[in-house]
């Protein structure tokens, strides 16, 4: 973390001496002799998840989403959330991904919306969201049923 922090300290001088026009060691870059940021990118990588929801019950037309607590997953607006998709033959069970951070608490729940984008549904109230917290490394995987928990 350190060497990030100087490395972006580093950045951010060099970007002010050149928009400023200005040199000379005040605002020179530190010199770094610790490992290039990218070493630190296993720390950040984003968890792979599937959502597979069984919702057996829409019309034609309708579509489901899973919407949650974290940017990913559309930060409670349902105008962002993760759309599921699903076919003749995999029908009722819903399937989408989104990349999640890992080591994360998240909350969410799935939601029927209407062609125009509104939401016909919402699987709970907001006092009975779904918990988790997406693991470390690896994937997260879902197989729920439509406000059955």
Not at 16 to 25: E, I, N, Q, S, Y
Not at 50 to 68: E, L, R, Y
Not at 126 to 139: E, H, L, M
Request: hydrophobic letters at 40%; charged letters at 10%; zero cysteines.
């Amino acid at each position: 973390m350190q060497n990030r922090i100087a490395v972006r300290a580093g950045v951010v001088a060099g970007l002010v001496a050149g928009v400023l026009g200005a040199g000379g060691p005040a605002l020179a870059a530190p010199a770094v002799t610790a490992a290039p940021v990218t070493a630190g990118a296993a720390e950040v990588t984003p968890i792979a998840a599937t959502f597979n929801v069984t919702a057996d019950f829409t019309s034609w037309g309708q579509t489901v989403a899973v919407v949650g607590n974290i940017p990913a997953l559309g930060g409670w607006d349902t105008a962002k959330a993760v759309p599921l998709s699903t076919t003749g033959t995999t029908f009722p069970v819903w399937t989408g991904g989104a990349a999640l951070p890992p080591n994360t608490y998240v909350e969410f729940q799935y939601i029927v919306k209407n062609p125009n984008g509104s939401v016909a549904r919402w699987e709970k109230s907001y006092q009975q969201n779904r918990r988790t917290i997406t693991p470390p490394t690896g994937t997260y995987v879902t197989h729920d049923t439509f406000g059955g928990y």
